[in-house]
């Protein structure tokens, strides 16, 4: 098996101090939660920003600003850049911003549905300038499928040449609307991929460490972290993302898989240097 590639989300779009006092919402705060997460074992940090007030912004600002506190402490994790805009709260502009940031990977969500009590938009006119946006500044699409029609999605943009080999694939179960978080389904899910495609399971609330643990069984990858999840037992709220991250790298271990460096997901994803890299 590949080792094992830990993504961490440490702030995501709806998590709110309301929900758990220890999601981090400043630029600071999340930069730290990413280095926190990268010394114990994260090798992928999946970003989201918020503006002053905690609402979830595309303000390319603050992801610039999460990015110099990150490099500023000597790590080199992966960054991952959501396009997400709040699942439907950005403008199509608004959410293309981060992309030409050029960070090593960005969020691609691979089709439209109903998420919790909105309808989340991905028409097939804006996959395909996202999907060329990327092209053009060089990062690499993480293909986030909430359900089994967004991998036929992707699977034509890529006959088309519009996203590139080697593919990273995050499959989303458990949205309220979206692919229930089952082994079932997770199987159906990577069944369908394009041969020799890379992926990783992101599951939602209760169901986010049984998908992990099933996923790492399967030699798949794994993504962790506030965004998705705040607890770290039943009522026990996780004090941090580095907690949750920690977790899944002693069970790893125990399971006979190696954890992957941010080394390791650049040579296997073959993404493309950015100067933040470089320099640092």
Excluded at 15 to 39: C, G, N
Aim: hydrophobic residues 40%; glycine residues 8%.
């Amino acid at each position: 098996m590949d080792k094992v590639i830990i993504s961490v989300a440490v702030t995501g779009s709806w998590t709110t101090r309301q929900h758990t006092p220890y999601v981090p919402l400043t630029p600071e705060e999340i930069a730290q939660h990413v280095v926190d997460s990268w010394r114990e074992g994260a090798a992928i940090a999946h970003i989201h920003v918020r503006d002053d007030e905690g609402r979830p912004t595309s303000d390319p600002q603050r992801y610039a600003r999460v990015r110099e506190l990150v490099r500023a402490q000597g790590c080199d994790v992966v960054l991952n850049f959501t396009t997400g805009g709040g699942a439907g709260q950005a403008s199509e502009e608004e959410r293309l911003a981060p992309v030409r940031l050029r960070p090593e990977i960005a969020s691609f969500d691979a089709g439209s549905l109903n998420f919790n009590d909105r309808v989340f938009v991905n028409s097939p006119q804006f996959l395909e300038r996202l999907a060329q946006e990327m092209l053009t500044y060089g990062v690499k699409p993480e293909i986030e499928c909430f359900d089994t029609g967004h991998i036929e999605n992707a699977r034509r943009l890529i006959d088309r040449g519009l996203i590139q080999p080697p593919f990273w694939f995050q499959l989303v179960l458990g949205v309220r609307g979206g692919a229930p978080a089952t082994a079932d389904q997770l199987v159906h899910m990577v069944r369908q991929l394009p041969p020799g495609a890379h992926w990783s399971v992101c599951a939602i609330g209760r169901h986010q460490l049984p998908m992990n643990l099933i996923a790492l069984a399967m030699g798949g990858h794994v993504r962790t972290g506030l965004e998705d999840n705040v607890y770290y037992h039943y009522r026990v709220l996780a004090e941090s993302n580095a907690q949750l991250v920690a977790r899944l790298v002693r069970i790893a271990r125990e399971c006979g898989r190696e954890i992957a460096s941010p080394a390791d997901v650049r040579a296997l994803l073959q993404l493309t240097p950015q100067p933040d890299i470089l320099s640092s």
